[in-house]
């Protein structure tokens, strides 16, 4: 029962957002006014996104030795993106299993990899949304202060993984075993400065394309947000997927997004309803272009989708 603990939050989160909606609905009902042109953008920006996100994993995984084309990578990512939604993150667990029977990648060296990803996904967007936050709206009022102190404090946080130096354990046993490759490979990725700044380039496009996603959103509901706006909130679009306890960050996802909005002189309402209907286009393409890929994987590799005894045990 307790895997179900993180969906029931979730959608217990989501009704309440839609139950609060709906008390809003004369109001909101009017924002609608995307065309069929505004939804074909918005379709074309996700797969840009993915393909600039499978990118990035494709970079970190070269580091470790591992050759994968970005085609391949995307099709995973598409993939794993769906299952993520069901118990236990199985989506995770594909990926992990797939690098390790296809490329020898040990689950401890994909642990580092995915670990990276994350730490450097929050390093970048602490600084662009804070970046974002001084010049496009300054500091003053409590509201602003508060999001500048996020931000403040998961730079410090995200800085401190990347960069500050761990002893490497020495001795023998399982768990020794598995904490020294993490740090090795760690210090390996660390070490190297012209691949993090390759990553970072590219997490920017990732939260440059949310930004354009938002904003065609918006502008569509008839809000006129100042451009950095929308690249505060495409940021910590980002980051809720890293922070949620949900699966998708569903629920929590929206619910970041609707107070952020309130901070960027937009009406909680409008922010909750913004987030929902990108949720919406999320969905539709991980559903459509995640469960192609998932589909295809399984009648390809079916093995991967079985969770080994020995998944993250083995090192």
């Known amino acids: 029962m307790g895997k179900w603990v993180k969906h029931i939050i979730g959608l217990a989160l989501l009704a309440f957002l839609l139950y609060y909606l709906a008390g809003h609905w004369e109001q909101l009902k009017v924002l609608f006014g995307l065309r069929p042109s505004d939804l ?25 030795n591992v050759k994968i084309s970005l085609w391949e990578m995307t099709i995973l990512q598409n993939a794993a993106r769906l299952l ?42 602490s ?41 490497v354990p020495s001795g023998s046993g399982k768990l020794v075993s598995i904490i020294r490759k993490l740090v090795t490979g760690r210090r390996t990725i660390s070490l190297n400065i012209r691949l993090i700044m390759l990553c970072v380039a590219h997490l920017t496009v990732t939260f440059v394309l949310s930004a354009c996603r938002i904003g065609i959103i918006y502008r569509g509901m008839g809000q006129d947000v100042h451009v950095l ?20 960050a569903l629920g929590m996802r929206e619910l970041i997004m609707g107070c952020v909005a309130v901070v960027l002189d937009i009406p909680f309402e409008v922010g909750i309803l913004a987030a929902m209907f990108e949720r919406a286009i999320m969905l539709s393409w991980t559903f459509m272009v995640g469960g192609g890929c998932a589909v295809w994987l399984w009648h390809k590799y079916p093995a991967d989708f079985k969770k080994s005894s020995d998944s993250f045990g083995e090192v």
Do not use: D, W
Not at 127 to 153: P, Q, R, S, T
């Open 40 to 64: 074909v953008i918005l379709y074309i920006i996700m797969g840009l996104a993915t393909v600039n996100n499978s990118r990035v994993g494709q970079v970190l995984l070269r580091a470790l």
């Open 84 to 125: 993520n939604y069901v118990p236990m993150k199985f989506g995770t667990v594909l990926r992990a299993n797939y690098l390790k029977r296809r490329y020898g990648l040990s689950y401890t060296g994909f642990v580092t990899m995915f670990a990276y990803i994350m730490v450097l996904m929050i390093a970048a967007a």
């Open 127 to 167: 600084v662009i949304g804070l970046a974002g936050l001084i010049v496009g709206y300054g500091l003053v009022g409590h509201e602003n202060k508060i999001l500048a102190g996020v931000f403040v404090v998961m730079l410090a946080v995200s800085l401190t993984l990347v960069f500050v130096p761990l002893p």
């Open 229 to 248: 706006g929308y690249l505060i909130l495409g940021v910590l679009g980002y980051c809720s997927f890293v922070v949620s306890f949900t699966p998708g």
